[in-house]
Each structure stands twice: as structure tokens, then as C-alpha cells.
DNA sequence: CGTACCCTTGATTAATCTCAAACGTAGTGG
DNA sequence: CCACTACGTTTGAGATTAATCAAGGGTACG
């Protein structure tokens, strides 16, 4: 796959092309959330062909991805670090409706402009598709359409997952049912099940559950204090499970 | 389109089969609906087939079209009626994730099981395909596949919506905001503006916006009292529409 | 070393929930 | 026809959760 990068080099906004084709496909190939991605739905000599159509990105912490209300330029496969998914009300208000972990597809409504904003929780890798190129693309591959399709109602149970989170939990249900969440879409990704790296900001998990910055960080206290999590830098380790699911109210 | 109705006629749960293939077209091409629903994708001659792999149902008030963690027997394309769609905790709290109006398509997801229950808010008219046969048909119908994923891409688009209601709207935002999205709902469907039909009950709007039925109710009360609406039998009559905008804080 | 930013903790306030009761309406049966 | 019941809605008073306001502690980075 074509590589761009937009943070490394020689000045912050530099873009340099690498790799030659041949080299592409062995980026393909290597890549790590490969069976994860749209990139499943297609075969290894659609892949080859696929791979042509983006380059790859590398983004630093904070770089905005996705910008609300904007035409949608490009479409994004995210195959290293996590972004969030966020809305803003006018009076500055957020909430964030998702984050993206690798193997996530960010543009997946192929809507002319963007119904939400992204930015970079920590340096990502992206593989990068102009949007006219992939829905040119899309038309003949009606395979690739039904994963698509695939991924999108996946998304939409999540969302409604969220919803009943939004909607109907205590603080404290909310901080356990995101902890048990993103251990679970982690796992899918590497094995570590009782270490959950979390690279985003209290504010942005505030921002997430509905809840205050204060509130998240009292929660996390209180599931310490209950011998229920350990906090360590950068996300929290797992020490009763059990008690942290039934913390959730399913 | 066949006919089948399971309330009326001769017992709680006869089946009645009705018209023939020529009253089928009649009936879709007189659908209220029609350009609104999935149908919308298909052409004339395709949609004479697509008819005649549906029945239409009508259910009472309170019937259940959808029963979450169930196997997915049929999906639904609603042609009158109101639908709640929730999801349930396991101690009783339920999250509203969605109300459908005529037009609405449910089961998008075409998975297995369900992942939500719904049922009617009052009686209901629906083409019910049997899944199985949708899902074969769906197979050689890309553009019925690009039209499914359209509706499922707007519904995560509401989803998130209400994502923000949940979690960053005060009682009175999301309660205005409930209205102003239903009224513009409505007005797809039929013209009239100022009076908003809500066929279902305060404890159902309460589950929708994540708040109790006595909020919702002081909430009716109070844009009622600032003269911003008018609370009248099954619905309200909107008196100050650009107030009421701007009590949804965008 | 200082500054900035994030996280935590405490005290107080405010929004919403809970509990309780009264009201209205629709449907039922005497 | 009216009384009675059932159910949904409204209103009030008090409890509770989470937000707000305020301050201190830790860490990273220049």
C-alpha cells in the first residue's frame, strides 16, 4: 500500500510516498487487524488492487481526522492507535459517540459530509481512500458493500448499546460497563484480557458516559477502593471480574 | 401483496390470506409509503416480485412484531402505526432505542438473532417478509443492498443523535428536542406541522429520553405553561415554533 | 525550575428521581 | 345510566445522584 506520512520527515505537514507496489501487498499482508478490517471481505488479488486505491497515514496525538459538517474528503481504516468519534453542541458541550480502535472503519455512512468530528486520542495509522475513489470502487463489489453493510449495523448495536447506557445507568454501572467494553474490543485485537490500555483523557471518558470529569475519576476510585480495578498509568488492570460484570447490570 | 391480518376476523390469532397478485400491485402502488420505504429502490417490475415475497399484517395495539434474543423470523417494513424498539436491562429498566412511523424498515440488520424487542404503540399495518426469503432475494438485488445500507447508515446517523440527548441534553433540551425531531418526522409523512400526534404513552417518552415519567410530564407542563405548546388529546399543538427550537440547544 | 495539564479529592448546590396522592378518562358491569 | 375500576397523567414534597465550584497533587515538557 502507497505510505504517506503526515507528522514524521522533513516539516509537519510533509507528505512522502514510499513503497512500490510489490512492496504494497506485503503491507497488506503484514497487516495487523487485517481479518478485522473491511480488507476481510475481499480475496488476496482483490486486496492487490484495493491496497492501490489508499495510502497509508500516520497522524500524531490530537490530529483531526474527520471534521463535522465538512465535505468528506476521504474515508478512513484505522490500523494503529484510537481515535474518538465525537458532536459538539453549539454552546462547546461534546459528546463522544465513539471511539475507533484498529480495524475500524471511519466513514462508513459514504455520506457527501461528515456527521461527526474525529480526532486522534494517540498517534494513529490509518490506510487512507479518497471517498469518490472507494464509492467508485464500492459499486462493482457488491461483496465489499455487504461487509460495509455488515459493519454499519454492527455499529448500530453499539449505538444502541450506548443508548441504554446513556439512558439508563447509574455512574458507577457506566465506568464499569465502559471498562468491561473496551476490554472486550481489545481482546479481539491482542490477547491481554486483564490490562485495559486506555489512552484516552478522563474528559473524553466523561464525555462518552455523560458524565462530569470529577464523577468518572470518583468512580475509578471507588472500583480501586473496592479492590475491583487497579488504576496504573495509562489504563487500569482487572482485579476482580466477576464483580466488575455485575457491576454492570446487563 | 398478500394479506394476512392477526386480530381481526375469526379468533385472537387467525390468519386470513387475502388478494391475489393483481390486487398486490394495487395495493403497493397505493402504498402511503412508498417512496419513503426500502420499496423506493426497487423498479415497477421489480417491485411486483419483491410484493409477492411479503404479507401485509396488521397488529393490535401492544402486539409484539420483534422479541430481542430471539431468532429472527421476519423483518418488517412498517406501513402505519407507531413501533417502540428497546432494549430491556435485567432488572426491568428499559432504554427506548427508537421509535418507527410508517416508511420504517426493521430488522436492517438481517442478523440471526434480534437485538432489540418491538412492539406496536398502537395497531399497525406491515409488509412482513419471512427473512430467509429477504435475505435471498437481498443476494442478487444490489441495489436493494445499497438502499438497506443507506437506511441503516441514517439510522446510526439518529443514533447518535440521541447519543447527545442522553448524554448532554438537560430534562427540558431533550423533552423540546423529542418534539421538534418527531414533528419533522411526522411532516415526511404527512403535511401537517403545528400538531404533533404522540400515539404513545409519557412513560414511553420517559424511556426514550432517559428520564422518568413525572420529568417528562412536569417538562409538557412547563413548555405548556411558557406557551410554547399546547398539550391536546394524543399529542401537542405546537404555539411557539422558533422557542421551541431554540430550547433544543443545538 | 517553572508552567501547563490532567487527575484527584472535598464541600456545596442543583437537577432529577422517588414516593405519595389526587385527578381525569375510558371501559365495565350492575 | 351510573358507579366503579383501571390506568395514565399531573402535581407536590422530600431524598438522592451527579454537577459545580474550589483547591491540591502529580507528571511531562520546555
Known amino acids: 500500500m502507497a505510505r504517506v506520512s503526515a507528522h514524521d520527515g522533513d516539516g509537519p505537514h510533509s507528505l512522502r510516498v514510499g513503497c512500490s507496489h510489490a512492496t504494497c501487498e506485503t503491507i497488506c499482508a503484514d497487516c495487523p487487524v487485517r481479518g478485522l478490517a473491511v480488507c476481510s471481505a475481499l480475496e488476496p488479488e482483490e486486496l492487490d488492487e484495493f491496497s492501490r486505491l489508499s495510502q497509508t497515514v500516520h497522524l500524531p496525538g490530537k490530529a483531526t481526522l474527520i471534521a463535522q459538517d465538512e465535505e468528506a474528503e476521504y474515508i478512513f481504516n484505522l490500523t494503529a492507535g484510537v481515535v474518538r468519534l465525537y458532536r459538539l453542541l453549539s454552546d462547546g458541550r461534546r459528546q463522544i459517540v465513539g471511539f475507533a480502535l484498529p480495524g475500524d472503519f471511519l466513514g462508513l455512512a459514504m455520506t457527501k459530509r461528515n456527521t461527526f468530528s474525529a480526532d ?116 487500569v488492570r482487572i482485579l476482580d471480574e466477576k464483580k466488575l460484570e455485575s457491576l454492570c447490570a446487563g
Open 120 to 235: 486522534a486520542v494517540a498517534p494513529v495509522a490509518a490506510c487512507r481512500f479518497p471517498r469518490e475513489v472507494f464509492a467508485r470502487y464500492l459499486a462493482e463489489k457488491p461483496h465489499l458493500l455487504r461487509r460495509l453493510h455488515e459493519l454499519s449495523t454492527h455499529e448500530l448495536t453499539l449505538a444502541q448499546d450506548q443508548m441504554v447506557l446513556l439512558g439508563r445507568r447509574t455512574a458507577e454501572e457506566k465506568v464499569a460497563a465502559f471498562l468491561i467494553a473496551f476490554r472486550d474490543r481489545w481482546s479481539r485485537i491482542n490477547q491481554a484480557h486483564l490490562h485495559i490500555p486506555l489512552p484516552m483523557s478522563r474528559q473524553d471518558i466523561g464525555d462518552f458516559l455523560g458524565l462530569t470529569v470529577e464523577t468518572v475519576s470518583r468512580m475509578m476510585t471507588k472500583l480501586a477502593r473496592d479492590k475491583v480495578i487497579v488504576i496504573v498509568p495509562d489504563g
